[in-house]
């Protein structure tokens, strides 16, 4: 399966832990989108990377969310001290380059539920 | 805040009847994607336009990009059970590469 690779696929934390989702994009492809998905909404932009550069986090909350795209390995979406309102699904998607005509490749999502 | 709107949000319909799928803005984009998701998957790539006035088919699928890049639609012809799903509409910018979605229209197509 050359495709968007999420995991974990299902992640269940207590309220103040931290929450560390994957994503390792389609082979080649070195940009990086996240997207969240609340229940009974649309999905909604939180952050762009091209390889170590974050280049577009103006959907990403203030407070307690990072994400990183290293050199080497996955990309890797980081929320600390999670709350119930972050229980969503949440999903990477990769192209082979930027710029606004190039078709966005999806993973299969991490469904993150706050106990 | 550029909005995509979808409609219908649902629409129930008979195996064999025909059907049109509609995502319109205020707002102009460079470039439309449509996705199909299923439960529990992620969105799947169905087509992208980039001019206005272009029309793409896929099969049964056919793909329109309105003239002024505000708009866009989707029509199927003789749907079939296998055409259920979230069908999702995401415009991109002209000056970047996030996409704005659409809220999905749930399509259900009866045997």
């Known amino acids: 399966n050359a495709g968007v690779m999420q995991n974990p696929r299902h992640l269940v934390r207590r309220r103040g832990q931290e929450a560390r989702l994957r994503c390792s994009p389609v082979?080649?492809?070195?940009?990086v989108y996240w997207y969240r998905q609340l229940p009974e909404e649309g999905l909604k932009f939180m952050v762009y990377l091209q390889k170590e550069n974050i280049i577009d986090e103006s959907g990403m909350p203030k407070e307690r969310f990072s994400a990183e795209f290293p050199k080497e390995g996955p990309s890797i979406l980081r929320i600390q001290q999670v709350v119930r309102g972050d229980s969503a699904a949440y999903f990477c998607?990769?192209?082979?380059?930027?710029?606004?005509?190039?078709?966005?490749?999806f993973g299969d999502g991490t469904r993150l539920s706050i106990l | 805040t550029q909005l995509l709107e979808q409609s219908p949000q649902f629409l129930s319909i008979q195996e064999g009847e025909n059907l049109t799928v509609y995502c319109n803005s205020s707002?102009?984009?460079?470039?439309l994607q449509w996705y199909r998701q299923e439960p529990g998957e992620g969105p799947v790539l169905l087509v992208t336009?980039?001019?206005?006035?272009e029309v793409k088919k896929l099969k049964r699928l056919t793909f329109q990009f309105g003239d002024a890049r505000k708009d866009s639609s989707l029509h199927i012809t003789a749907a079939q059970p296998g055409d259920t799903g979230l069908y999702l509409c995401?415009?991109?910018?002209?000056?970047?590469?996030?996409?704005?979605f659409g809220e999905g229209t749930q399509l259900t197509v009866n045997p």
């Open positions: 707002s102009v984009f460079s470039s």
């Open positions: 082979k080649g492809h070195s940009h």
């Open positions: 998607a990769s192209s082979p380059a930027g710029g606004s005509g190039q078709p966005q490749h």
């Open positions: 995401a415009g991109a910018q002209t000056s970047g590469s996030r996409l704005t």
């Open positions: 336009v980039v001019t206005g006035g």
